[in-house]
Structure formats: structure tokens, C-alpha cells
């Protein structure tokens, strides 16, 4: 599958993106789709996943203001982000899976916080 992430861009902090992701296939057959992201000199570290039941799980630094979805009618994957601060600075993945860890990534889509 490939996967395109897009929606990045410049914005000021408390100010709100949606990322969105489109598969070039069906999504239901991964038990979890899943947003990732890698600020400059750290490591890439998991947002948000949402299983096929529609079960979701944050890290706790977004945990109240991102919320992820699936449409797999659409095959695609949205990222809500509100409440922006400059540490979500980042470049954010959409990724694909079977199991804990991701099978697929995606290319990646920029995402600026300005303080």
C-alpha cells in the first residue's frame, strides 16, 4: 500500500491543521492505521493509532487535543489537531499495520508551530 500524507503547513500556536491520509488501497484489512511524527534530532515517536473497531490510542502529549479517524470507504485516515503548540513541530507520518509497530510509512507532511 502506499500512503499519502498531506495537510501540513505553517501555523500559529493554538491554532488548529487536519492532516489527512490516503491509501492507494483498501485500509480495513490493517488492524491499525496510525499517525507518527519526527521533530529535528529526535526520534520518530507514535501519535495517535485507531484499530479497524474504531479503538484509539494518543500519546499522552496530544491526548485531548489531536483525534484521529478512519473511513475505509474513502480508505483514507484524518488527523484533527487543535490546540497547536510549537513542540508539535514535527514531520508527520501516516503508517499502516498488522500488529504494534507499523508495516508501512507513508512520505511525510511538514507541520510548523510558530510561538
Known amino acids: 500500500v502506499q500512503l499519502q500524507a498531506s495537510g501540513g503547513g505553517l501555523v500559529q500556536a493554538g491554532g488548529s491543521l487536519r492532516l489527512s491520509c490516503a491509501a492507494s488501497g483498501d485500509i480495513w484489512i490493517y488492524r491499525a492505521m496510525g499517525w507518527y511524527r519526527q521533530a529535528p534530532g529526535k526520534q520518530r515517536d507514535m501519535v495517535a493509532t485507531i484499530t479497524g473497531r474504531g479503538i484509539t490510542n494518543y500519546s499522552d502529549s496530544v491526548k485531548g487535543r489531536f483525534t484521529i479517524s478512519r473511513d475505509n470507504a474513502k480508505n483514507t485516515v484524518p488527523l484533527r489537531m487543535n490546540s497547536l503548540k510549537p513542540e508539535d513541530s514535527a514531520v508527520y507520518y501516516c503508517?499502516?499495520?498488522?500488529?504494534?509497530?507499523?508495516?508501512?510509512w507513508g512520505q511525510g507532511t511538514l507541520v510548523t508551530v510558530s510561538s
Open positions: 503508517t499502516a499495520g498488522f500488529g504494534t509497530n507499523p508495516s508501512y
